[in-house]
């Protein structure tokens, strides 16, 4: 079964959005051993930063993949 674009979109939106969760909750914990003290609004902006990188990243291999699977199947 074919994946649609707006399909991927949102599994691509979905992986952003628990990796940037888990990021946030990351740096929070890490960045204190290296002696990065930063507030809860730094956290978020630097995992901003990374957001529209990770969606279009995540986006852009699924249609890959996508492409790949299709062409290999005719």
């Known amino acids: 079964m074919k994946q649609s674009r707006i399909m991927s979109m949102v ?3 979905t992986n952003v959005v628990v990796g940037y969760v888990l ?4 740096q929070i914990v890490v960045f204190p051993w290296f002696g ?9 902006t ?5 957001v529209g990188v990770s969606l279009a990243r995540g986006y ?5 993949f ?3 699977r299709v062409q290999s199947a005719e």
């Not at 990021?23 to 990351?26: C, E, H, R, S, V």
């Not at 852009?60 to 890959?64: I, K, S, V």
């Open 11 to 13: 599994e691509a939106a």
């Open 23 to 26: 990021a946030i909750a990351t």
């Open 36 to 44: 990065i003290e930063t507030g809860l609004a730094e956290h978020l």
């Open 46 to 50: 630097i995992g901003l930063a990374f």
């Open 60 to 64: 852009l291999l699924r249609r890959l």
């Open 66 to 68: 996508e492409a790949i």
